[in-house]
C-alpha cells in the first residue's frame, strides 16, 4: 500500500520500587505488585483518552516480572512493553501521557519507579511511485490476481523504514498462504513454495527499474 505501511515503535521498562514484607503481613509493604497492577489498568486510557480516535495508537504491557516466592511481597516488580503509532508526533506524546500516569500511581501508593525508552524505530511509509512499480511487477511476473492491496498499515515495527527514508521505496509483503500460522506464533514455520514469488517479483522489480 502507498503511504504508511508499519508503525514506530519503541519499547519500555518500568522499574517499581516498594517495600516487601511477608505475605501475612501486607500492611508493612508499599506492595510493588499492586502498584504495577494498577499501573497496567492506568496505562490503557493513554490511548482510549490522550489520543484522538482519528489517529491510531497502541500501548502494550508483554511482560511483567515480580517476586520470587509466594509467600513474600517483593521490593520491587518490573513491566516491559511497547508503543506504536503511524505518525512521528503522536508517538512523542505517548511518552509524556504514560510517565505522568505512572507518576501518579506509584506517588499515590508509596512506590518509586523508573520509565526507561529504548530502541524507537520511525514510521515505514511506502513511495506511492515504487507500489505503483511494484504492482505492474506483480502483475507480470506472477500474474493476475496475485496482488493484494492492504486496506490498513499494519502496527508492526519494521527498520526497513531507514532505507526508504532519503531514497524513494516501498516494502512489500510476500504472502505464506492462508493456511501459514501468523509471525511471532509458535506455530510459524516459513512456507518454502513462497521464494519462488519472492525471487520473481525482486528480479522484476529490478529489470523494471533498470529499465
Request: net charge negative; hydrophobic share 45%; with cysteine.
Amino acid at each position: 500500500r502507498p503511504g504508511p505501511m508499519m508503525a514506530a515503535a519503541e519499547f519500555f521498562t518500568i522499574t517499581i520500587r516498594g517495600r516487601g514484607a511477608h505475605g501475612s503481613k501486607p500492611d508493612e509493604s508499599v506492595d510493588p505488585i499492586l502498584t504495577a497492577a494498577r499501573v497496567i489498568e492506568a496505562l490503557q486510557s493513554v490511548v482510549s483518552r490522550h489520543v484522538s480516535p482519528l489517529e491510531c495508537a497502541v500501548v502494550s504491557i508483554c511482560r511483567m516480572s515480580a517476586g520470587t516466592n509466594g509467600n513474600i511481597i517483593p521490593d520491587s516488580a518490573v513491566l516491559e512493553g511497547t508503543l506504536r503509532s503511524l505518525k512521528i508526533e503522536v508517538g512523542e506524546q505517548l511518552p509524556v501521557f504514560m510517565e505522568r500516569l505512572i507518576k501518579g500511581v506509584c506517588d499515590a501508593m508509596g512506590a518509586t519507579h523508573e520509565f526507561v525508552r529504548t530502541g524507537a524505530y520511525m514510521p515505514t511509509v511506502n513511495d506511492a511511485g515504487v507500489v505503483d512499480l511494484g504492482r505492474r511487477v506483480a502483475a507480470a511476473s506472477l500474474g493476475p490476481g496475485q496482488w493484494v492491496e492492504l486496506e490498513h498499515p499494519s502496527m508492526g515495527g519494521e527498520d526497513f523504514a531507514y532505507y526508504i527514508r532519503d531514497y524513494p521505496g516501498a516494502m512489500f509483503f510476500l504472502g505464506m498462504g492462508e493456511s501459514c500460522a501468523p509471525l511471532h506464533s509458535p506455530q510459524f514455520d516459513f512456507t518454502d513454495a513462497a521464494l519462488s514469488n519472492g525471487i520473481a517479483f525482486t528480479v522484476g522489480a529490478v529489470l523494471e527499474t533498470l529499465g
